[in-house]
């Protein structure tokens, strides 16, 4: 990426030279640059803080026991079994065949389910895990605050990614029946205070 901008940018020699060190800082994770949430600020803060911090906000999750059959195999697995509820809704008539095939990769001819193969089968497949990043809350923050503050008492909002993982199309599937859900739930009954979409979907069916 830099060798594309090293005669085609707007930097000074000066920022040019530091826009490098910060880029083999990264590399060499020794440094770490985020983007805050909300305000627009950069943090940039030592690897082994950024580590500290995705390591106190990863213990909220149950971790997983891959050591017999490996990741890719367990996520094989998940999405195996996703795709089983996703029949049994087109069996039963509850899904249209328009969406069959973008959700599992199967066409359904004579009540037969049958994978898609060749060139197009690689657009379903897809053994890649979701990844967190943490959202730093630094406008909660008076600015004097903040230049003397521990990385660890800046609030903290962990993100996880959605696209091209192994359920991501299965995620696009539920937002697409959700979505007008919530719409017509928070035109009728606003709620401010929203914790997690289990939350949500608990209140969704009181």
Same mark, same amino acid.
């Given at each position: 990426?830099?060798?594309?901008?090293?005669?085609?940018n707007?930097?000074?020699?000066?920022q040019?030279?530091?826009?490098?060190k910060?880029?083999?800082l990264?590399?060499?994770?020794?440094?770490?640059?985020?983007?805050?949430?909300?305000?627009?600020k950069?943090?940039?803060?030592n690897?082994?803080?950024?580590?500290?911090?995705?390591?106190?906000?990863l213990?909220?999750?149950?971790?997983?026991?891959?050591?017999?059959d490996?990741?890719?195999?367990?996520?094989?697995?998940?999405?195996?079994?996703?795709?089983?509820?996703?029949?049994?809704?087109?069996? $039963?008539?509850?899904?249209?065949?328009?969406? =069959?095939? #973008? /959700?599992?990769g199967?066409? @359904? !001819? +004579?009540?037969?389910?049958?994978?898609?193969?060749?060139?197009?089968a690689?657009?379903f497949?897809?053994?890649?895990?979701?990844?967190?990043?943490?959202?730093?809350?630094?406008?909660?923050l008076?600015?004097?605050?903040?230049?003397?503050?521990?990385?660890?008492?800046?609030?903290?909002?962990?993100?996880?990614?959605?696209?091209?993982?192994?359920?991501?199309? $299965?995620?696009a599937?539920?937002?697409f029946? =959700?979505? #007008? /859900?919530?719409?017509?739930? @928070? !035109? +009728?009954?606003?709620?401010?205070?929203?914790?997690?979409?289990?939350?949500?979907?608990?209140?969704?069916?009181?």
């Open positions: 990426m830099l060798k594309g901008y090293r005669t085609k707007n930097l000074s020699k000066e040019t030279k530091s826009f490098s910060l880029a083999k990264t590399e060499e994770r020794k440094i770490v640059i985020c983007r805050a949430d909300k305000d627009g950069i943090v940039i803060l690897y082994d803080d950024y580590d500290a911090v995705m390591t106190w906000e213990q909220q999750f149950e971790k997983l026991d891959v050591s017999v490996g990741s890719d195999t367990y996520l094989e697995k998940v999405r195996k079994y996703c795709n089983e509820l996703v029949v049994k809704l087109h069996a $039963i008539g509850e899904l249209k065949n328009e969406l =069959l095939l #973008p /959700i599992t199967m066409k @359904c !001819k +004579n009540n037969a389910y049958r994978k898609v193969n060749g060139a197009s690689k657009y497949r897809c053994n890649t895990p979701a990844y967190d990043y943490p959202l730093f809350k630094t406008h909660k008076t600015p004097e605050n903040l230049l003397n503050v521990d990385i660890k008492e800046i609030p903290v909002r962990l993100l996880q990614s959605a696209g091209n993982i192994s359920t991501s199309r $299965i995620s599937f539920l937002e029946i =959700l979505k #007008p /859900i919530s719409a017509e739930f @928070c !035109k +009728n009954c606003p709620n401010e205070f929203c914790q997690d979409s289990r939350q949500y979907i608990g209140d969704l069916l009181m």
